[in-house]
């Protein structure tokens, strides 16, 4: 089976501090690693996925992820956040070759002007 | 263009009724998913259409829960003899090829059942 936990249920910052949210996962095999965003009133969004290669991977809105196999961690960064950053955010996994994707329960980022 | 469309956009039932939702995925993308999302809680997978192979249904809680899709175009999601714990909101996704592809999201439909 696999799994994605985000162990913060919040996460606040002020507008033009570095954002991180945390995820973590378990799966057998290799992973595949992706990020969604749900705006308010707004379907879920696509920010950027990790299938192989360099363990950075860069997105939309100018995210950016780093896998770490030794952690099984995929945690979504920001450098610089903005007030419309505020949004719920949801880490995934699936097996190689398998088209099930795994959600976790989300992370609610709330960005201060 | 269309995204993924998804009716009705919400929908209040009583208890015991049968209650139809649509996804009208985006043309030319092959899979399509259902996935539930109750109040708090992630996303859970229901099931997978991948053109014209068996759907993948093992994410059903139950024999109450069925869907179709024909071909590669409109998918409804039925759910019979509603209960409350059924309310949720209910998002359907398409990709171009599943597996590795992101996957493109209705704004969903939000059910409840009193």
């Known amino acids: 089976a696999q799994s994605v936990a985000q162990p913060e249920d919040q996460v606040n910052v002020a507008e033009g501090n570095p954002l991180t949210v945390k995820c973590t996962y378990s799966v057998s095999g290799n992973p595949y690693l992706f990020w969604y965003v749900q705006y308010p009133n707004r379907g879920l969004q696509f920010l950027l996925k990790y299938i192989t290669g360099d363990n950075l991977v860069k997105g939309s809105y100018g995210f950016e992820a780093e896998f770490n196999k030794s952690q099984t961690s995929f945690h979504l960064k920001k450098p610089s956040a903005l007030v419309s950053d505020s949004a719920l955010y949801f880490c995934a996994v699936s097996r190689y070759n398998d088209y099930k994707l795994s959600f976790g329960a989300g992370t609610t980022v709330t960005v201060r002007a | 263009g269309a995204g993924v469309s998804q009716s009705p956009s919400n929908k209040v039932t009583e208890k015991g009724k049968d209650v139809e939702l649509r996804c009208d995925p985006i043309?030319?993308?092959?899979?399509l998913y259902w996935y539930r999302q109750r109040l708090g809680q992630g996303l859970e997978f229901l099931i997978y259409f991948q053109g014209n192979s068996a759907p993948d249904k093992s994410g059903l809680p139950s024999d109450r829960f069925s869907a179709e899709r024909t071909g590669e175009s409109v998918s409804t999601l039925t759910i019979q003899r509603t209960q409350q714990e059924d309310s949720a909101v209910y998002l359907c996704?398409?990709?171009?090829?599943?597996?590795?592809?992101?996957?493109?999201f209705g704004n969903g439909t939000r059910l409840t059942v009193t």
């Open positions: 043309s030319g993308h092959t899979a």
């Open positions: 996704a398409s990709s171009p090829l599943g597996g590795t592809s992101p996957l493109h």
